[in-house]
């Protein structure tokens, strides 16, 4: 049974930090690159980031680069995103989902259910 379980969304100030984490189980995490993806209210899914297989390497959009960090713990199955500087226009439900490949994102599938981030003051 594959599941994937965002949690740590909440309300926070602008500016202010949150580190949501993404919880794995039912397959061998070591081998897929994960990525972290937002839908904010009427708009499009987009992409955050995405992290290899081994945590080696990461990749950011540029709206988020230099404020946001992915990282992985594989052997406790977990895959965190660090948030700070956080502005209103961050606020949107964060999924994370497993990848086709092992070094980039692509091919996404088998998504968690999300967790909502709102920033406001």
């Known amino acids: 049974q594959l599941q994937l379980v965002e949690s740590g969304g909440g309300l926070v100030q602008p500016g202010g930090s949150l580190r949501l984490s993404c919880a794995f189980s039912g397959f061998t995490l070591d081998y897929y690159a994960i990525g972290w993806f937002r839908q904010a209210p009427g708009k499009e899914r987009e992409g955050v980031g995405c992290?290899?297989?081994?945590?080696?390497?990461?990749n950011y959009e540029d709206s988020v680069k230099g404020r946001f960090t992915i990282f992985r713990d594989n052997a406790e199955n977990t895959v965190y995103l660090q948030m700070n500087s956080l502005k209103p226009e961050d606020t949107a439900v964060y999924y994370c989902?497993?990848?086709?490949?092992?070094?980039?994102?692509?091919?996404?599938?088998?998504w968690g259910k999300g967790t909502l981030v709102t920033v406001s003051s």
């Open positions: 989902a497993l990848s086709m490949g092992s070094q980039r994102c692509y091919g996404m599938r088998y």
């Open positions: 992290i290899s297989s081994s945590g080696g390497s990461t």
